[in-house]
């Protein structure tokens, strides 16, 4: 099996745009600002470790699900 090089490259270029995106979401959420889940358009709940395990951001359906290491 040959690994398109190309398309590796695309792909590390998404993961890295994601991952930009969920910090800046992540951001915004612990500014204390309303952000909607792209999914359902449901306000994203920030989980703090003295609410939940695991902590994060999340919505009420689940469909965002980021996971957040307040350590
Ligand atoms: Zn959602």
Known sequence: ???DLKQFA???????NSFFAQK???QQVMSGKTVLCATCQQPLKL??????EPTGVSCA??????????A
């Open 10 to 16: 695309a792909l590390q270029k998404n993961s890295k």
């Open 47 to 52: 989980l703090t470790p003295a609410q939940a």
């Open 24 to 26: 800046k979401l992540l």
């Open 61 to 70: 359906k689940g469909c965002t699900d980021i996971a957040l290491d307040f």
């Open 1 to 3: 099996m040959s690994i």
